[in-house]
């Protein structure tokens, strides 16, 4: 991919149909993946969720985030791995961030593993501050590991 493809990235809400590109990406993507069944949940009680794509690239990535009572929680991001380092993972998070602040959440926050450089990264680019540590949050090979709990405060 080019850099001038990195402008060529659209937004668009996720439908059912897109359920099955969305698993195998998020099956390439994590040791501990989520069933096809939590994403039909998701869409089912209204969480907002969102897909990228582009011409030739369907489905190239994913967010999906519970915005109620002032307060947004960003419960999964992903881009496929063939589709990263494109600026894909910056549409999403801005899309969710637009959404947040257009249902006046103060606060939108989500979990990250420390060991996940990438996205830390893409985190601290858009302003997102350490709150605190989850002990044991996440699964991994070797049994557990702590998350760190973010947030950002968004202009409403
Ligand atoms: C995190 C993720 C969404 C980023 O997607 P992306 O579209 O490739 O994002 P970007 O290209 O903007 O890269 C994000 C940053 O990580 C950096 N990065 C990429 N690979 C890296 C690596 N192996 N080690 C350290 N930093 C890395 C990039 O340089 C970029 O940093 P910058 O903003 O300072 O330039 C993607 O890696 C992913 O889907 N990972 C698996 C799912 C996941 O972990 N989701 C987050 C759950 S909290």
Known sequence: MSAAA???????????RD????????????DFPWSERIFRD????GYRAWVVDR???EVAGYALASIAVGEAHLLNLCVAPVA????ASSRLLEAVIAQASHERAGELFLEVRPSNKPARRL???YGFQTRGRRPNYYPN????????LLSKVLPI
């Open 141 to 148: 090979r070797r049994g557990r590991e702590d998350a760190l």
């Open 6 to 16: 990195d402008d060529l990235w659209r937004i668009r809400r996720m439908r059912p």
């Open 84 to 87: 990263r380092g494109h600026g």
């Open 42 to 45: 998701c869409l089912r009680v």
């Open 123 to 125: 985190y601290a680019r």
């Open 19 to 30: 359920i099955d590109a969305v698993v195998a990406i998020e099956r390439s993507a994590y």
């Open 55 to 57: 011409p030739g690239l």
